[in-house]
């Protein structure tokens, strides 16, 4: 399942994507919703989520009895299903959450395909000596539930499902209801995958229409026995205060330092691959950049090189008053958020908002701000990026450290110097730091490591995979079964 991309097979397989993209674009049919996609109706999928969970619990009593083998064979068709309908997945989630970009979502699916781990990541240990021998081994936890966030909708529940299922899990879901369609494309997909395999019919479950309501069904049913989620900051503090087990990969807020013994052309491509990747949606996509003084010149020419538009500094706040609303809440305290109709939204349109007309080649918006400008310091998720001058390492890490806020989730740096290298992963402190690549680089897609689209910084499990979902049990035999 290891797979190692050269530069040269992940441009074939942006290229590929791209000709699929130009010649036959998938046309995901208006006739979708929570329960069917083209007259196919979805299994696994309830109207009341006590069902859902009842549904759940029943597929991991038969999970749970599987043979590793069995449960690769379902992972193995989940993965085949997964390559062969990335392309319907990407168009729906496009459509259904008018976010991202159906040839990265493409991608993204592939990816998940091939690198996100299955049986093989759990692995027993075993520790003999003068006592006899101890066995540790990875057991399942139970049924799971899972919330899923409406960036990476069906990436994040078959990533899970791999992982939940590879561990011998159930699970549960309760989807973004923005891309509840695409959620449960996926949840069906994994069915089918299962049915397929000799697996039972209903795998794992869904529901028509999630809420708070429902999630909070999954919170306290006595049959959940952890909770895994994917999201924004207050679902991740709704689940770590549920007194469940719990698994929270919440929000970042990427800094990306370039001081000046980086390849500052290659950063500068590196860093807008990694921003525009399906529209800046990935929470670990570069969220705001920390230049030093005497190379940002270079690095900004050479940005708009690739496909970049700069905004002037009126042009910038303008669009800043617009990506980000104001809302004056019943308690009379006015709060902020990033605009829904903003967030993953091509340049283009984005700027088309504050009446400049660019055409497709335009895929991010730069612009030179202050460090306290909204394009800093708030996670927009959009293709727009801002530039702070900085004078020495000292001010960049002092700056990119507040600017990720303390989610410790990724961060970023084109450098050749070691020791602000190493500074800058040592003061920071974040889940994933990626040197001298785009941000996609730390999630394997070009880079070492495998996938996944649940990185839980705020409970510690990292880029969750397979033994995230287990719990670890010690067998001891005292004076016996060692064999010397
Ligand atoms: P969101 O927080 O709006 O929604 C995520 C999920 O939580 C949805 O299913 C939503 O219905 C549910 N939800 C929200 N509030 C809830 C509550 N109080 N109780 C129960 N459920 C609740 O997130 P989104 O806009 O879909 O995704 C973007 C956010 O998620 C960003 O902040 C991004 O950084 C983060 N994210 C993190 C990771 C990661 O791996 N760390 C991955 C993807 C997205």
């Given at each position: 399942m290891a797979i190692n991309w050269t530069d040269a097979q992940i441009s074939q397989i942006v290229q590929s994507v791209m000709a699929q993209m130009n010649s036959s674009a998938p046309k995901v049919s208006a006739n979708w919703d929570a329960t069917q996609y083209n007259g196919r109706k979805f299994i696994?999928?309830?109207?009341d989520m006590h069902d859902a969970i009842a549904a759940a619990n029943e597929g991991y009593k038969a999970v749970r009895s599987m043979t590793l083998a069995e449960r690769e064979k379902i992972i193995a068709e989940i993965r085949r299903l997964t390559h062969e309908e990335a392309p319907i997945m990407a168009a729906l989630g496009v459509a259904e959450t008018k976010m991202g970009r159906v040839d990265h979502k493409i991608a993204k699916h592939h990816l998940l395909a091939d690198k996100?781990?299955?049986?093989?990541?759990i692995t027993p240990t075993v520790k003999t000596g003068d006592y006899g021998l101890t066995l540790t081994e990875m057991a399942p936890f139970g049924v799971i539930g899972a919330i899923a966030p409406s960036t990476n909708p069906s990436e994040t529940v078959l990533c899970n499902c791999i992982g939940m299922v590879a561990a011998g899990d159930g699970v549960v879901f309760n989807p973004h209801p923005g891309a509840i369609a695409t959620s449960n494309y996926a949840v069906d997909l994994v069915n089918r995958a299962s049915a397929n395999a000799g697996?039972?019919?209903?795998?794992v479950a869904s529901v028509v229409k999630p809420t708070l309501d429902t999630a909070d069904i999954m919170f306290k049913s006595p049959i959940i026995r952890m909770l895994c989620c994917t999201g924004g900051p207050g679902v991740v503090k709704a689940v770590l205060s549920s007194g469940k087990k719990a698994i929270g990969a919440g929000a970042g807020n990427p800094p990306v330092i370039v001081d000046d013994t980086a390849d500052i052309a290659k950063a500068a491509k590196d860093i807008i691959d990694g921003c525009t990747f399906d529209n800046n949606l990935p929470c670990i996509a570069e969220k705001e950049v920390f230049a030093f003084a005497n190379i940002a010149d270079e690095l900004i020419s050479n940005m708009l090189k690739h496909g970049c538009y700069l905004l002037t500094r009126e042009q910038a706040d303008r669009l800043a008053e617009i990506v980000v609303e104001k809302k004056v809440g019943k308690d009379g305290v006015t709060r902020t958020s990033v605009s829904r109709d903003c967030v993953g939204r091509d340049a283009k349109v984005l700027l088309e908002k504050i009446g400049v007309h660019v055409g497709d080649e335009i895929r991010c918006a730069i612009a030179e701000v202050p460090f306290e400008h909204t394009f800093v310091q708030t996670?927009?998720?959009?293709p727009i990026l801002g530039i702070v001058r900085v004078q020495n390492i000292d001010e960049a890490i002092d700056l990119a450290v507040k600017a990720e806020h303390g989610n410790r989730h990724t961060a970023h740096m084109h450098s050749k110097n070691i020791d602000h290298l190493t500074r800058f992963a040592r003061a920071v402190e974040t889940t994933i730091f990626v040197k001298n690549?785009?941000?996609?680089a730390g999630i394997g897609f070009g880079g070492e490591g495998h996938a996944t689209f649940t990185i839980a910084g705020p409970t510690g499990e990292?880029?969750?995979?397979?033994?995230?979902f287990t719990r670890s049990r010690r067998c001891v035999m005292v004076d016996n079964f060692r064999i010397v």
């Open positions: 696994g999928i309830y109207e996100a781990p299955g049986t093989e990541d697996g039972p019919k209903i795998l996670e927009l998720m959009m690549a785009p941000s996609y990292g880029l969750t995979s397979a033994k995230s």
